[in-house]
Every structure is written in C-alpha cells, then in structure tokens.
C-alpha cells in the first residue's frame, strides 16, 4: 500500500503550483456549498470529473467509489425525512416525503462527492512535499504544515498495519466472517490491542526520528523545493475567480437553490 494517493504522471493538473491547485479545489468547496438544486451541483460534479480525467486520477476514485456511493444514497435516503415541502409524492408511517425534500437529499449527495473527490483530485496530483510548502507559502505555521502532511502519511500507514493484523489473527484461527452482526462486531475486539501498541510503538520511533533529525517546531525551516506560479497557474486561478463570482451572483439572485 502506498503511502500517499500522488499519482506521477505528466499532466498539465500536476504540473500546477501546488498554490493553484490548493486554491482550485477550495473553489471547488464554495462551488458547492452555494449550490443546494442537483442541477447546479451536477454542472460542479462535472467540473470535478472532467479534472479528474485529465489528471487520469480514476485509479483513486475507484478506491473510493463505495463510500462515493454510500455518501450518495445516505443523503438521498436520510434528507427528505427532515426537509418540508409543498409538492407531496408519498408518505411513510405519519411522515409526509415530497419532491422538495427528495430534490435536496440528491444535491446533499452530490455535494458530499464533490467535496470528497476534489480532496482526492488535489492528493493525487500534489506530493505531499509541495502541499506543505504550499501551506507555508499561504502563512500558515510550519509546524501546522507539516502535522497536516504527516497525517496524510499516517492514515494509509495505520491502514496497512490493520491489514496486516486482520490477516495475522485469522492465521490463528480467528473468524471474522460468521455469525451475527454483534458477533462480528465483537470478533474485531482482538485486533484493538494489537493496533494500538502498533501505534505507539511507529509513534514513538517517529519522535526519535524527528529528534534526530533535529527538527524543532520554533527554528526557520529551509527547503530544498522551489516552485514559482507561471501563466498557466495564474489563468486557472483566474478562472476560478470569475467562475466562484458569477456563481455568488447567481446564488444572491436566488438561483440553485
């Protein structure tokens, strides 16, 4: 398993300033938060799959295209339960679910995918180096900067080491596939212990690791990555500003929602 979604391949998405790029999806982001119609939202979904495509970042989204789904169909199914309107299509029990409700559980969906695949759209065309220099370059801590990145590392690591145990405990005889569904909840009891003392023990070598290295959160990082923004990152940038004005506009008018 590798240890970051970064995808090398030579696009015109990765060979954007890590700036860009950060800007782009945080574009993306208010794009969808301004929007409540599916319409709307679908031309940003659009948006988002057309990026993907061009950074040939599919490989990704498959990982991910169960929980894209399940996102999806949760909204969809959870949202016309708690929202009112006025054209009625049928009721449950005493709960009265109509088109308007139905309308925003789907856009509640697709803005939940367009969030999540913009964030997977950024990692896989942005080292994780460049993202932290980026975060610096924008003036955040360096510190910060770089939990961040290091949280990006963490998770696929802690995820292959929970592989790793599932499959050492089934050697010795652990099922984790019969039974109910309490049982298999109680069967994942065993793989606790063994996670957590797996990650205090990578926890504690990376404190050993940092401290050798001398890193200290108060001195002056230098960094042996230099990137500067050329016309292509200003362009994009530029389209995101007119695209993210024109899109408030049309939501102060009352438009998409």
């Not at 308007?100 to 559980?105: I, K, Q, V």
């Not at 069967?187 to 212990?193: K, R, T």
Request: hydrophobic share 55%; with cysteine.
């Amino acid at each position: 398993m590798n240890i970051s979604l970064y995808l090398d391949h030579d696009t015109w998405i990765h060979r954007l300033d890590a700036r860009t790029k950060v800007l782009a999806v945080l574009a993306l982001f208010i794009l969808a938060l301004l929007y409540t119609s599916p319409l709307y939202l679908a031309v940003v979904w659009s948006l988002v799959i057309l990026g993907v495509a061009r950074a040939q970042a599919f490989a990704n989204i498959r990982k991910i295209l169960i929980l894209l789904v399940l996102l999806f169909l949760y909204s969809a199914v959870i949202w016309p339960f708690f929202v009112e309107g006025r054209t009625p299509v049928f009721h449950l029990s005493s709960i009265l679910i109509t088109a308007e409700g139905l309308t925003f559980g789907i856009g509640m969906g697709l803005r939940l995918n367009i969030m999540v695949m913009s964030g997977i759209l950024l990692l896989s065309t942005t080292r994780l180096e460049d993202f932290a220099l980026s975060l610096q370059r924008f003036g955040l801590p360096s510190s910060m900067s770089f939990a961040l990145s290091l949280a990006f590392r963490w998770v696929p690591t802690l995820l292959r080491s929970s592989s790793m145990i599932v499959q050492a405990q089934r050697s010795r005889g652990l099922d984790l596939s019969s039974g109910t569904l309490i049982d298999k909840i109680r069967g994942y009891s065993p793989l606790v212990v063994p996670l957590i003392g797996h990650t205090l023990r990578q926890t504690t070598l990376l404190a050993m690791a940092l401290e050798s290295k001398g890193f200290s959160p108060g001195r002056r990082r230098h960094t042996y990555i230099h990137s500067q923004m050329n016309v292509l990152d200003y362009c994009v940038l530029l389209v995101a500003a007119v695209v993210v004005g024109v899109s408030w506009r049309l939501r102060v008018l009352g438009y998409g929602v």
